[in-house]
């Protein structure tokens, strides 16, 4: 009797161990399906921690092409809340347009429309945002020239050179780029002429009007031609009384 009990007992014990076993086995068979996706050999990747980057502000700005501008940008969860401080990455789709720094500081480098894409650097399942930059041209106010070598009448056959430069609605200069470059023309090229760089030339008498031209904006000042003077040259013989 005393044999039979402990061989009982024995068995009792070998069927709980087998029993713990299995147990330990459906649970390393469950983690390794729940790793294994859908059943394809892939594990399955854990959810993302950002779902979405949204630009604060305005999605669409404009500055001018020698402005600059600072967008920034926040990180949501799929539940729509924030997901905390994250590294971005600013990208622009347009870099003969603008360009854009790695903590989002857009440049204008010329006219036209720039694309400015921001994504999470270290989530790329993540959905980017996109702002629309619009780089406009400052516009000539007025035009001044420098006349100062061209005097109130030029004689005929004379030249003199005027210069010229766009002034902005700030009163200082604009570059000579994008059409604001100066222009001159002379309205009666019968009376006088004048060459791109500003050099005019007397032709005949009369009157005229100068004009110059730059980004859409002229000024004009009167030319006036005049006879060439006349010049008498007298001999004087001591010897004639």
Do not use: K, Y
């Not at 005393?2 to 713990?20: E, K, M, V, Y």
């Not at 983690?31 to 950002?50: I, K």
């Not at 347009?94 to 360009?99: G, L, M």
């Not at 993540?126 to 406009?136: F, L, N, S």
């Amino acid at each position: 009797m005393h044999d039979t009990s402990i061989t009982g007992g024995r068995r009792r014990s070998f069927s709980a161990s087998r029993a713990f076993v299995a147990a330990d086995l459906c649970l390393a068979l469950t983690t390794t399906l729940a790793s294994c996706g859908n059943g394809d050999g892939a594990a399955t990747p854990p959810p993302p921690t950002v779902a979405t980057v949204q630009l604060l502000g305005n999605r669409t700005v404009e500055i001018t092409e020698v402005g600059s501008v600072t967008l920034s940008a926040q990180a949501l969860r799929a539940t729509g809340g924030p997901a905390g401080p994250i590294a971005f990455r600013w990208t622009t789709l347009d870099p003969s347009v603008a360009t854009v720094t790695p903590v989002g500081v857009v440049t204008a480098v010329a006219p036209g429309t720039a694309r400015i894409e921001v994504a999470a650097a270290t989530e790329p399942r993540a959905r980017p945002d996109t702002a629309v930059v619009t780089v406009r041209l400052r516009p000539v106010d007025r035009v001044a020239v420098t006349d100062t070598l061209l005097p109130a009448a030029l004689a005929l056959g004379d030249t003199a050179r005027v210069s010229g430069v766009a002034l902005g609605t700030d009163g200082g200069a604009l570059p000579a780029t994008f059409g604001r470059g100066v222009v001159f023309s002379v309205a009666d090229t019968q009376v006088a002429t004048v060459t791109s760089d500003g050099l005019v030339r007397a032709r005949a008498v009369g009157t005229s009007v100068l004009r110059a031209t730059a980004g859409g904006v002229s000024t004009t000042r009167p030319l006036v031609v005049a006879a060439a003077p006349f010049r008498i040259a007298l001999a004087i013989d001591a010897n004639v009384p």
